[in-house]
C-alpha cells in the first residue's frame, strides 16, 4: 500500500492569534511548540509536535472552524486535563460512549472541534 501513515494534521487559524493558540495547544494540551521552516514563517500560524503526534496550525483568510471534522488526541489522565480545562473556561461535551475509550470533546480557541480520548484500563 503506497500510504503509510499521518504525517501531520493541520488545522486552519484565523490571522494573527498565535497566542491563543500556544496558549491551548502547548499551555492546556502540553504539545511543544516547534519552530516553522524559515519559508513558511510568513503565512503565520504555528506548529506543535511531540514524537509522532504532529498539530499544525495554519492562517486561513476566509477562516471558518472545523466543527464536525477533529483529530481525536489520545491522552493521558483525561480526567485531570478535563478539569484542568473546564477551569480555564473552556466547555466539555460528552458524546455517545465508545467501547473500550472514555472521551470528551473540546473547541480550541478558535472553534475547531477537538477529540481527547483515553483508552479505558483493562477489567480484570
Given amino acids: 500500500m503506497p500510504v503509510k501513515s499521518i504525517d501531520h494534521v493541520l488545522l486552519a487559524m484565523p490571522a494573527g492569534r ?10 492546556m494540551l502540553g504539545i511543544p511548540e516547534v519552530k ?5 514563517t510568513k503565512r503565520g500560524g504555528c506548529w506543535f509536535e511531540q514524537g509522532a503526534l504532529k498539530i499544525h496550525l495554519g492562517v486561513e483568510a476566509d477562516f471558518r472552524p472545523a466543527r464536525k471534522a477533529h483529530p481525536a488526541l489520545i491522552v493521558e489522565d483525561l480526567a485531570s486535563l478535563s478539569a484542568a ?9 460528552r458524546d455517545e460512549p465508545l467501547e473500550g475509550y472514555t472521551r ?18 483493562p477489567s480484570t
Avoid: S
Fill in 36 to 40: 516553522k521552516p524559515a519559508v513558511l
Fill in 85 to 93: 480545562l473546564d477551569k480555564a473556561g473552556y466547555a466539555l461535551r
Fill in 18 to 27: 498565535e497566542a491563543e493558540a500556544r496558549a491551548f495547544y502547548q499551555g
Fill in 104 to 121: 470528551v470533546f473540546v473547541d480550541d480557541p478558535f472553534g475547531n472541534r477537538i477529540e481527547l480520548i483515553e483508552p479505558n484500563a
